[in-house]
C-alpha cells in the first residue's frame, strides 16, 4: 500500500512538472506577452556552485522559468559545465579544462561563491539535462563552437524542445554553422547594441529569420533600437536582457537593484522588456511577482 502511495505521489509530481514545463514554453513563445520570464545565470550560484546540478534544481524549486549554463569540452570531448576555460577559480584543481578527461575532474570539487571547497562535483552536460528536463528550460552557452557534440547530448536526453542555443553571430553564419539543427533546437542572436551595425542585424533576423527572442547587450542607452523593443514583440521575438553588471546594461544591474529594486527591475518593466537573465533570481521573481509580472 505505502509503495502504491509514493508511486502515485511521484506520478503527481511528474504530472506537475510537464504542466509547469508546458506553461513556461506556451509562455515564451508569447512574444508580445506582459509577463517577464526570469533566466537565472549560471543557475542559483549564491546559494551553491555555479553550474552546479544544485544550482539547477535551486532555480527549478525557486519557480525560475530558464537556467543558463556554460559547457565546455573535456579531453575526451564530453561537454561539461564550466564557465571558464580553466578549473583554476570554480574547482579545487588547476589547468585548462581541455586537458582533464572527464574521469579525473570527477575527483574535484567546485567551490561556492566564497571559494571555499564543496562537496559537489562538475557535472556533465548529460546530467544537467535529465536534471532539468520536465522541469525548466535550459540556455546553453560557450558552446557555439561545438554545438555538433552538444547536440547529441541533448538529443540523447530528447531535451530539444527546452533548449535554447545562442550565439553572437550575423544571421549569415549561424545559418551557415547551424544549418542541421535550425529546425530542431531554438537559436538566439546575440547584439550588442553600442555597434553601429545592431539596427541592421536585428532587420535581417526579423526579415529572414525570426529568432524566438533577441538578447541585448548596450553598455550606454543612445541606440535607437532600445526604444523599439515592443515593435520588435510584435513581429514575434521576445527581448532578453541581461541584469548582471553594468557594462551590460547601461548601469541598471542586480547589485543595484538590492539597495532601489523598483528603479532598476522597474526600468526594465517600463522599456517592455520581457525576459531578465539575473544573478539575483530570488530577488527578481519577489518583484515581478508583486507587481503581477510573474506567476
Not at 93 to 100: A, C, F, L, Q, R
Not at 110 to 128: Q, S, V
Not at 245 to 268: F, H, K, P, Q, R
Amino acid at each position: 500500500m505505502s509503495c502504491k502511495k509514493e508511486n502515485n505521489q511521484t506520478d503527481s509530481e511528474n504530472f506537475k512538472a510537464i504542466s509547469s514545463l508546458k506553461s513556461i514554453t506556451e509562455e515564451l513563445n508569447k512574444s508580445d506577452s506582459k509577463n517577464i520570464m526570469v533566466i537565472a545565470h549560471r543557475g542559483d550560484w549564491r546559494n551553491a556552485p555555479e553550474n552546479s546540478l544544485k544550482a539547477i534544481k535551486n532555480c527549478i524549486d525557486m519557480g525560475v522559468d530558464m537556467v543558463e549554463i556554460d559547457v565546455r569540452l573535456t579531453k575526451d570531448s564530453i561537454p561539461v559545465l564550466m564557465h571558464d576555460k580553466t578549473i583554476d577559480r570554480t574547482t579545487n584543481g588547476k589547468g585548462k579544462i581541455s586537458k582533464w578527461t572527464l574521469d579525473s575532474l570527477k575527483t574535484l570539487y567546485l567551490k561556492n561563491g566564497a571559494n571555499h571547497k564543496t562537496h559537489h562535483r562538475i557535472p556533465t552536460l548529460e546530467e544537467a539535462l535529465l536534471t532539468a528536463k520536465g522541469e525548466i528550460l535550459v540556455n546553453l552557452d560557450k558552446c557555439y563552437n561545438y554545438f555538433d557534440v552538444v547536440y547529441n547530448v541533448i538529443e540523447k536526453t530528447n531535451t530539444q524542445d527546452q533548449v535554447i542555443m545562442k550565439g553572437n553571430v550575423t544571421l549569415e553564419k549561424v545559418k551557415n554553422d547551424f544549418k542541421p539543427f535550425l529546425d530542431k533546437v531554438a537559436f538566439m542572436p546575440v547584439i550588442n547594441l553600442d555597434d553601429n551595425d545592431a539596427e541592421t542585424k536585428v532587420n535581417n533576423y526579423i526579415n529572414d529569420f525570426q529568432p524566438v527572442a533577441f538578447e541585448f547587450v548596450f553598455d550606454d542607452l543612445n541606440s535607437p533600437i532600445i526604444n523599439k523593443f515592443d515593435s520588435i514583440q510584435k513581429q514575434g521575438s521576445r527581448i532578453w536582457v541581461n541584469s548582471l553588471w553594468e557594462s551590460l546594461n547601461a548601469g541598471y544591474e542586480d547589485d543595484m537593484a538590492v539597495i532601489n529594486t523598483d528603479s532598476i527591475y522597474g526600468w526594465y518593466v517600463k522599456k517592455e522588456v520581457n525576459m531578465i537573465q539575473t544573478d539575483r533570481p530570488q530577488l527578481l521573481l519577489e518583484y515581478l511577482r508583486r507587481k503581477n509580472l510573474h506567476d
